[in-house]
């Protein structure tokens, strides 16, 4: 229940925000993804701080597969403060099929899909010509994350990602890092040095 409480709670709050954009400078998603290269696991290095993931302490990733039909399933994992892994499982369809950079994502039951707002913007912002990183973001700029392939990204790649995410309107110093590499121990967690 919790989760589905969640679920809403972000779509509200990013529809919310989709309205609140007049004042900045309009979005751009990247030219093109290769759905096929962008499937699979990704870590999540850092992110806006948000309600739906104030419970995850680390080694948050987000990994995505096809749906038989045709859309994407998105499952996000994370450790919480107790030392359990929770999981979240969603949807994505292409909201753009020219270029496949915007996405709506959607947590909610899949019996309400057909009701606009439990959908999500999810556009890809910024991607590495290797895949090897990607920067997530939507037009309210409420909602940030860089995701790479690997559960750490050296700090020069990192600040140009922020720095390119700045020339979008989006806010670096609202950007905190996701600890990688956290481990779990009875009744809680232990960060990994």
Same mark, same amino acid.
């Given at each position: ?5 969640? /679920? ?7 529809? !919310? !925000?989709?309205?609140?954009? !007049? ?5 751009? *998603? ?14 999540? %290095? @850092?992110? &806006? ?19 038989? +039909? ?12 107790? /030392? ?5 499982? !969603?949807? =994505?369809?292409? =909201? ?11 947590? *909610? ?11 999500? +913007? &999810?556009?890809?912002?910024?991607? =590495? ?16 994350? %860089?995701? @790479? ?6 700090? =020069? ?7 390119? *995410?700045?020339?979008?309107?989006? +806010? ?22």
């Amino acid at each position: 229940m919790k989760q589905l409480f969640l /679920g809403f709670l972000f779509v509200f709050v990013v529809a !919310g !925000g989709a309205f609140a954009q !007049g004042s900045q400078p309009k979005l751009e *998603a990247v030219p093109k993804v290769e759905l096929d290269r962008y499937l699979g696991k990704w870590y999540e %290095i @850092a992110k &806006y701080p948000n309600k739906f993931q104030k419970q995850c302490v680390g080694n948050t990733t987000a990994t995505y597969s096809r749906k038989q +039909n045709g859309r994407l399933e998105v499952l996000n994992e994370c450790l919480k403060k107790d /030392g359990t892994m929770e999981a979240a499982k !969603g949807e =994505a369809k292409i =909201a753009d099929k020219q270029t496949n950079s915007k996405l709506k994502v959607r947590f *909610a039951p899949g019996f309400i899909s057909f009701l606009p707002f439990v959908w999500a +913007n &999810y556009w890809v912002i910024d991607l =590495a010509p290797d895949y090897s990183y990607a920067v997530i973001g939507e037009p309210g700029r409420d909602y940030f994350w %860089i995701l @790479a392939r690997e559960p750490e990204m050296d700090d =020069a790649t990192y600040q140009q990602i922020l720095r390119k *995410a700045e020339s979008m309107g989006f +806010n670096p110093g609202r950007v905190e890092k996701t600890p990688q590499g956290v481990e779990a121990i009875r009744g809680g967690v232990l960060n990994r040095s």
